[in-house]
């Protein structure tokens, strides 16, 4: 037997991994090098929440494998097979990635180790389905999600695996340091945001494990019994927050969809979740099959859409991501993003409605903005988030279903709790001012004591409506010319 390397990515964690597992039976008493490998071409577009939630993963790792951790820095088709070759490892594991970034890294990593005589072994993916596995009886995929869900479902998944092993950890951390990463991250960023914000948020989550496992017990306990109706609910904390550890692996899907089976009997609320965690498994699923869909627009007709550019668009876009729209449930949503990095899903689709329909600016232009401040930030998942708001996508939402923010805000912020707590200015504010149609701010209007400082809104709702519906028909026209 030769000592296995495991190459962990989107995996941070110990428990239920397969590919640790396949590593650890394939090199026995030889022992397993586990490597972690800073990658420029990512960390340059990741921005720094995510940055110092990765250097918090790590260091967590780190101390759960007994400081073992190996960290390099570079191109992964030329650190993997150095590390390899001087461990004399004759197999690297991973946990197979399916975006297109990672397809086509991992391509050439098996390719440099193929040159050596070693080879690289996928073992599983993040997802509870593997992404290109759920397909009609044609073989073509899914592109709808209800019979996606359906199909997933009947294809059913493993029970997670059993606590592991001692694992006979080799090596030691070397060349790099995980605190490295957020001095090097999100350094590409457009022109016209050089004066947004670049720090990461004041509040982030436990990283980790043993965080992901707190937060679903946290969930399983409490949110998950009232999950249907409570979710959708800005103020209150009726979703789970598993959106970083599904992200980074700290916790898999397995894992969830298996405590949530085991919580209790189905109900409708076990039911919502378990389809909320299925989007995620169908976005990698189209993802997988149209890796272009990351970046182009999707819907029949809609790549003739018109969007606004240049000084004025590049204004509103600054206002929009500072939380300065004088939109009061835009502004909550934008300025949880700043301060969390995370943002409820009700107002992640208020805010995308709104940079798309209201301030007609590319839906592209936004999504860079959540990749760059989210902790969850995820290709499959926010690009077509962005397509399903903005009626671009696969199974999107019709474009001209329009989120009226003001209405929303009634509905699902109620007692304007949310608001309140991220738009300091609107504290003092009665709920009924707060919900005005309009906004709180009338146009022309001297600002209400409370709001002192908050603005008027930068754009009429019912103009913008009008105005997104006008130039929806006009790429429908042209595109059926
Ligand atoms: C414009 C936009 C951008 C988004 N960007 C991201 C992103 O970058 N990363 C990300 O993980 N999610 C994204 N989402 C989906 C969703 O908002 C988050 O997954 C959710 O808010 C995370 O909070 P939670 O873990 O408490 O969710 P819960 O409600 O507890 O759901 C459990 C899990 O299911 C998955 N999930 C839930 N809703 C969705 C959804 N609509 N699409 C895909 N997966 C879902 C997530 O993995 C989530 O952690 C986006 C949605 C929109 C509208």
Redesign the pocket.
């Known amino acids: 037997m030769a000592p296995s390397v495991l190459w962990f990515r989107r995996d941070l964690r110990l428990a239920d991994h397969p590919a640790l597992d396949a590593a650890r039976r394939a090199s026995g008493a030889d022992g397993v090098y586990g490597c972690f490998v800073l990658d420029d071409e990512l960390l340059t577009r990741s921005g720094p929440a995510r940055a110092q939630f990765l250097a918090a993963c790590l260091e967590r790792l780190d101390d759960d494998m007994g400081g073992r951790l190996v960290l390099r820095s570079g191109r992964p088709e030329e650190v993997v097979p150095a590390l390899a070759a001087e461990v004399g490892a004759e197999a690297v594991f991973v946990t197979g990635d399916t975006a297109p970034y990672g397809t086509a890294r991992d391509a050439r990593v098996d390719g440099a180790l193929g040159r050596d005589g070693r080879r690289l072994e996928r073992v599983g993916t993040p997802y509870a389905v593997d992404p290109g596995s759920v397909a009609k009886s044609s073989g073509e995929p899914y592109r709808v999600f209800t019979p996606f869900r359906r199909a997933w479902e009947a294809l059913g998944w493993p029970p997670p695996l059993p606590a592991p092993e001692q694992v006979d950890w080799r090596g030691a951390r070397s060349n790099a340091n995980p605190g490295g990463i957020v001095a090097r991250s999100g350094s590409r960023r457009p022109r016209f945001w050089e004066d947004l914000p670049a720090d990461a948020p004041a509040s982030m989550p436990a990283p980790g494990e043993e965080g992901a496992h707190a ?1 679903l017990e946290r ?1 399983v306990d409490g ?1 998950l019994g009232d ?1 249907a109706e409570a ?1 959708n609910l800005v103020g209150q904390e ?10 980074f692996g700290c916790i898999h ?1 397995r894992q ?1 969809l298996s405590s949530i089976a085991g919580a209790e009997k189905a109900t409708k609320d076990t039911d919502v ?1 378990r389809s ?8 990698a699923d189209v993802l997988f099959h149209q890796p272009e869909s990351a970046r182009s627009t999707f819907g029949p007709g809609l790549v003739h859409l018109r969007w606004d550019e240049g000084p004025v668009a590049e204004d509103r876009f600054r206002r929009w991501a500072l939380g300065q729209t004088g939109v009061p449930l835009v502004d909550a949503g934008m300025r949880q993003l700043l301060a969390e990095g ?5 107002a ?2 208020v ?2 409605s709104f940079l798309v329909k209201d301030l007609h600016l590319d839906w592209r232009w ?2 860079r903005w ?2 760059y401040r ?1 902790v ?11 397509q ?2 903005a009626g671009t996508g696969t199974d999107a939402a019709p474009f001209h279903r329009i989120f009226n923010p003001f209405l929303q805000a009634e509905r699902f912020d109620p007692d304007g709790a949310y608001v309140r707590r991220y738009v300091a200015e609107l504290d003092g504010m009665a709920t009924k001012d707060l919900h005005a149609p309009g906004g709180p701010v009338a146009p022309g209007q001297l600002a209400f004591d409370g709001a002192s400082g908050y603005p008027e809104p930068i754009v009429d709702h019912g103009r913008e409506r009008h105005e997104a519906l006008a130039r929806f028909e006009a790429a429908r026209t042209r595109g059926e010319r």
Not at 238 to 247: A, E, F, Q, T
Not at 276 to 283: D, P
Not at 342 to 346: A, F, L, M, S, T
């Open positions: 937060a969930f949110g999950y979710r009726g979703s789970s927050r598993l959106s970083p550890y599904l992200r899907p969830v979740f909320e965690l299925a989007w995620r498994e169908f976005y995370w943002v409820h899903n009700r992640r689709m805010a995308a936004g999504a959540f990749m989210l969850d930030g995820d290709l499959a998942s926010n690009q077509h988030g962005w399903w708001t």
